[in-house]
C-alpha cells in the first residue's frame, strides 16, 4: 500500500513534480539474481471518462489497481470517496441514467452500475469483447455500448437487466469508437476506416450517413448529441463534423489544424470541442460564423470527455479538470490529485536506466527514480513514454501519439519537445544511438488503420528529424540497435491497429544511416509476428522474438547461424560482454553467447506491464538490471561476462 502523503504529492499528474519517498538500493554487493524492490514503479490518476449527477463530477480511472470511479464534490471543492471497479484495466466508458452512473471497463468488458445514493456497485453485464469504447444514455433510460472489437453495439436494458447486441456495425472494421443515442436512433462512430452509422432503435436498420468528403478519413473518434444537432470529432485530420439530424446533408465540416479531436460537447448554441495535440478548447456557434479559440488548459493535454453543468463547460484530463465559464470567458484548470483524488501504482509501459536515474514510463509521463537518494520524482508529459535512451546528459523519450521525441536533462522541471515523426506515425517501439552518425533512430508503428510503420533520425548536431516511410514495405518497424553506420531493424507484421497484417513473418532489416537506404531484409525466425528486441556485439546482431525465440545473424557470414528457446515470449535484449539478457515477464533469463546456454536467473516477477508488453533496462554499469516485479520497479543483479 501506498502512504496517502504519495498520492497527494502528485501534482505532476497535472504537470508539476514532487519529490516521493523509494526504498534505498542495497549498499552490498548482490548475487547475480537477486532481486531489490525499489518501490512502486509508476504512480499516477489517469482519468478516462467522468458523468455528472447532480453537483458530482464521479471520474474514472485507467491503468490502476484497482480501478476507481472517484467523487468530486464541486461545492466543496474536494473528492468525497471513490468506489474500487473490481475488473478490467481501466475506465473508457461512463453515462448516467437518473442518479445512477454506468461505468464500462476495458480490458475485460464488464458493466457496472453504481448507486450515487448509496454508494452501492453492482456488477450488471460482461461481454466478451476487448473494449467498452464509450458509453451513451437514451432519454428513456437505456444504455448503449460501443464495443471492439469487432466493432459492435450492445444495449442494456436497466429495468429487464437484459442484453441486446445489435452486431456488428460495419463488416471489417474492428473499433466502435464513439456513440450517440436519441428517442429513435443510436448513432455510432466507426474506425479505423471512418463512418457514421445512424442505428433505428426499433428495427436495428442501419444507414451510413458521413458525408462523402469524409470517407478517407481514420475514425470518427466523438460525438454528442442535442435535439437538433450531431457532431462528431473526425482524425486524424482534426476536423469537426457539424450535422442536422434531420437531414443528414445539411452540415459542416469545421477545420482545426489539430491531428484530433478527442471531445466534442453540444452545449447552448454552440459545439465545443478540443484538439491535439496543443490541447486547445475551441468553439463555433451552430448557426456559422468562425472557429472560435478559447484557450489551453494544459498545453498539449488529451480531454477525455466534454461536460456542461449548470451553464459551464468541463473537460476530463488525466487526474484533472478544466472549466470554461462562456459568461466571463475564464478558463480555470482544477487538479482532482490535489484534491483527494486517489493515484496509484499503474502498469508500466517503458524502464530505462541513465545509471543514476530509472525512468518509468506510464500515462501522462514517468516516474524518475534517483538511485542514490532513493526519492523519485514525476516528470509529466502529455503522452505515453514508450522508450527512452540517455546519451551522454540527456535522456531521449519516444512519446505516444503522434511519434513524439522528447528530451529530458536530469534536474529539470520538464521536458522538451524536439520532433514530431509525422508520416501518420503513432507508437514510438524503441530508440538506439549511432556514434558514428551522431543519429537517434526511432523506430514506429502507424496509426489506427494506416500502412507501413517508419524510421525516423534525428541529428545530435543538427536538431533534424528525417523520417523513411515505408522502410519494410507492409509492416511496423519495432526494435534497433546501430552499429558503425547501419541501424538493424526488427519488424512486426502488424501496422496501424485495426488493419489486419497482410505479412506472415517478421524480418530482420539493414538501413544505411549515410545513404539512407535499405541494405537488406531476412526472416530469422519462421512464424515470429515481432523481434521485439535487438542488440549487437562486433561480429553479431542477436534478436528476440515474440514467441520467445532468440536467434545469432552473423555479420561476416550474413546468414541466421543459432537460434534457442529462451522463454515464453521475448521483450528487450541487452548484451553485456558475452552474454545477453531478456525477459518474458514473469523471469530473467541469461543466455552464454559463446555456448547459447539458457540460464534462468530470477523468477516470478509476474510484471503487470501495459498491454502484456515486458520490458527491460541495463545499467551503464552493467551490474544490474531494472525490470518490474508486479507494479514494483526491481532492480535485479547481473555479472555479465566481459
Not at 271 to 300: H, I, M
Request: aromatic share 6%.
Amino acid at each position: 500500500m501506498i502512504h496517502r502523503r504519495r498520492f497527494l504529492q502528485l501534482t505532476a499528474v497535472a504537470g508539476g513534480s514532487a519529490l516521493l519517498p523509494a526504498v534505498p538500493a542495497h549498499a552490498h554487493t548482490a548475487a547475480e539474481g537477486e532481486v531489490t524492490v525499489l518501490g512502486p514503479a509508476s504512480v499516477t490518476s489517469a482519468l478516462g471518462n467522468g458523468e455528472f449527477v447532480g453537483g458530482v463530477l464521479y471520474a474514472g480511472t485507467r491503468g490502476l489497481s484497482p480501478n476507481v470511479v472517484g467523487a468530486y464534490d464541486l461545492a466543496r471543492d474536494t473528492v468525497t470517496g471513490h468506489t474500487d471497479i473490481p475488473t478490467g484495466i481501466g475506465v473508457w466508458a461512463m453515462c448516467a441514467v437518473g442518479t445512477d452512473v454506468y461505468v464500462g471497463t476495458h480490458g475485460r468488458s464488464d458493466l457496472y452500475r453504481l448507486d450515487t445514493l448509496t454508494g452501492a456497485l453492482s456488477k450488471v453485464g460482461a461481454y466478451s469483447h476487448p473494449y467498452i469504447w464509450n458509453m451513451a444514455s437514451s432519454p428513456d433510460g437505456k444504455v448503449y455500448l460501443a464495443i471492439s472489437e469487432p466493432g459492435r453495439v450492445v444495449e442494456y436494458d436497466p429495468v429487464t437487466g437484459t442484453s441486446r447486441d445489435l452486431g456488428v456495425i460495419v463488416e471489417g472494421e474492428a473499433y466502435v469508437r464513439s456513440i450517440a443515442v436519441d428517442a429513435t436512433t443510436v448513432y455510432a462512430g466507426i474506425g479505423a476506416h471512418a463512418h457514421l452509422i445512424a442505428i433505428d432503435r426499433a428495427t436495428g436498420a442501419k444507414r451510413d450517413i458521413l458525408p462523402a468528403e469524409l470517407a478517407a478519413r481514420d475514425f470518427v473518434a466523438s460525438l454528442t448529441i442535442s435535439d437538433t444537432h450531431l457532431a462528431g470529432g473526425i482524425s486524424s485530420n482534426g476536423e469537426v463534423l457539424v450535422m442536422s439530424k434531420s437531414d443528414p446533408s445539411d452540415h459542416r465540416v469545421l477545420a482545426t489544424g489539430e491531428k484530433y479531436i478527442p471531445s466534442v460537447l453540444l452545449h447552448d448554441g454552440y459545439v465545443y470541442f478540443t484538439g491535439r495535440p496543443t490541447g486547445t478548447l475551441y468553439r463555433c456557434r451552430l448557426d456559422g460564423g468562425a472557429v472560435e479559440t478559447l484557450g489551453v488548459a494544459l498545453p498539449e493535454a488529451a480531454t477525455h470527455r466534454l461536460l456542461s453543468h449548470e451553464g459551464r463547460v468541463y473537460g476530463v484530463q488525466d487526474g484533472a479538470v478544466f472549466v470554461y465559464d462562456p459568461a466571463d470567458g475564464s478558463l480555470d484548470y482544477v487538479n482532482l490529485v490535489q484534491r483527494g483524488f486517489k493515484a496509484a501504482p499503474e502498469q508500466p509501459m517503458s524502464v530505462h536506466s541513465d545509471g543514476r536515474r530509472v525512468y518509468v514510463g506510464g500515462k501522462g509521463g514517468a516516474d524518475i527514480h534517483d538511485l542514490k537518494a532513493g526519492t523519485s520524482t514525476r516528470l509529466g508529459i502529455p503522452g505515453e513514454p514508450k522508450t527512452a535512451l540517455t546519451v551522454r546528459d540527456v535522456t531521449y523519450l519516444g512519446v505516444y501519439t503522434q511519434g513524439l521525441l522528447y528530451a529530458h536533462r536530469a534536474g529539470e522541471p520538464s521536458a522538451t519537445l524536439l520532433a514530431k515523426t509525422g508520416n501518420q506515425q503513432d507508437r514510438p517501439r524503441d530508440l538506439a544511438h549511432d556514434a558514428l552518425t551522431g543519429l537517434i533512430a526511432m523506430t514506429t508503428q502507424p496509426e489506427p488503420g494506416q500502412l507501413n510503420g517508419a524510421l525516423s533520425l534525428y541529428s545530435l548536431r543538427t536538431g533534424k528529424l528525417d523520417t523513411y516511410r515505408p522502410v519494410v514495405e507492409r509492416q511496423s518497424l519495432y526494435a534497433v540497435t546501430c552499429r558503425t553506420g547501419v541501424a538493424y531493424l526488427g519488424t512486426n507484421i502488424q501496422e496501424g491497429l485495426g488493419l489486419p497484417p497482410v505479412t506472415t513473418t517478421a524480418r530482420l532489416a539493414a538501413f544505411d544511416l549515410r545513404a539512407r537506404r535499405l541494405l537488406w531484409q531476412l526472416e530469422p525466425v519462421p512464424g515470429a509476428k515481432v523481434v521485439r528486441g535487438l542488440a549487437h556485439t562486433p561480429l553479431a546482431v542477436y534478436g528476440v522474438t515474440d514467441t520467445g525465440i532468440l536467434f545469432e545473424y552473423d555479420l561476416l557470414r550474413r546468414k541466421v547461424t543459432r537460434t534457442v528457446q529462451v522463454g515464453a515470449k521475448g521483450s528487450d535484449l541487452h548484451v553485456s560482454g558475452l552474454v545477453a539478457y531478456t525477459t518474458d515477464g514473469d523471469a530473467i533469463y541469461k543466455v552464454d553467447l559463446v555456448t547459447f546456454a539458457v540460464k534462468t536467473i530470477a523468477s516470478g516477477l509476474a510484471g503487470e506491464w501495459f498491454g502484456g508488453e515486458p520490458k527491460l533496462a541495463l545499467d551503464p554499469s552493467r551490474r544490474a538490471l531494472y525490470g518490474v516485479r508486479g507494479r514494483d520497479l526491481v532492480r535485479i543483479a547481473v555479472t555479465g561476462r566481459r
